[in-house]
């Protein structure tokens, strides 16, 4: 479609955590159906970029964009802050995460893990919450523990649990944190697996990942971060078969 804004742009953001400064000026964008990965050592700001993006983070300086619709801001420098709460949700509904640790809730079923932000944040109609948490289960494989607890699933399942419940919401885009960092190597594939789906679906994605191979699989670019900038990016075969900066080089050998 022409001239369809990108479903996330950042431009020239910084951020620090008091005196320490963690980003540093980043610029991206993610076009609808784009899956971006980013890579970078532990420590590059990876993380705290996608807290930024959805707004679960502050940031100091440059601008932040949901489909066009930059943040409004009150105050500056370590004063800023969002200026509308409801801007606030709407962007954050918008961007679902899903994190290493899959957080789910321990005390609720994986059905009701994925029915409780449409119910209670968007206020959908239960039956038709539940009949979509139910095709979401199926589509990534564990339509069949909707009645377990999340302590009786194995780690794979467990995030692909996570990932229902993130779909659930019918987010513009996915932000994914090491989804498959804290899984076994046999449990990591079936989440690989997913996340190749959704990106073959067309889904907008932003994956941060130590997996170069799911970020060579899934992204249309991959970005390079280290210390807090870009010291890299381009499309998988380019950043992954000729890296140019000999920091990405470094990095590249240590992680094979
Ligand atoms: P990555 O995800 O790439 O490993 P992070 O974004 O988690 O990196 O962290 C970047 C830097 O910011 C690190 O130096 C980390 O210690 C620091 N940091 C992250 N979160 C906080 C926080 N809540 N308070 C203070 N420092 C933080
Ligand atoms: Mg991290």
Redesign the pocket.
């Known amino acids: 479609m022409p001239d369809q804004p990108p479903v996330i742009e950042v431009r020239d953001l910084h951020k620090a ?1 008091d005196s ?1 400064e ?1 980003l540093k000026g980043v610029s991206l964008s993610a076009a609808r159906g784009e899956t971006l990965a980013l890579i ?1 050592s ?8 996608l807290r930024c993006l959805n707004l679960l983070e502050d940031s100091q300086q440059g601008e932040i964009l949901f489909k066009g619709e930059p943040v409004r801001w009150r105050g500056t420098g370590l004063d800023r802050h969002p200026a509308d709460p409801g801007q606030v949700i709407r962007i954050r509904t918008n961007l679902s995460m899903v994190f290493q640790q899959f957080n789910l809730w321990a005390h609720m079923t994986i059905l009701q893990n994925v029915m409780e932000a449409p119910l209670t944040v968007l206020r959908r109609d239960r039956a038709e919450v539940e009949a979509a948490a139910r095709r979401y289960l199926d589509k990534v494989g564990i339509g069949d523990k909707a009645d377990a607890w999340p302590a009786q699933l194995s780690g794979g399942q467990q995030q692909r649990a996570a990932i229902a419940r993130a779909l659930a919401m019918e987010p513009e885009a996915l932000l994914f944190d090491e989804p498959t960092s804290a899984l076994d190597p046999e449990l990591e594939q079936e989440v690989v697996r997913v996340i190749k789906d959704l990106a073959a679906e067309g889904r907008t994605m932003l994956i ?1 990942t130590h997996d170069m191979k799911l970020a060579a699989d899934v992204a249309s670019q991959v970005i390079f ?1 280290h210390q807090g900038l870009i010291e890299e990016e381009g499309p998988p075969e380019a950043l992954f078969g000729a890296p140019k900066s000999e920091r990405l080089q470094g990095f590249l050998s240590s992680t094979r």
């Open positions: 955590y320490l963690v970078g532990s420590g590059s700001g990876k993380s705290t970029l941060v971060l």
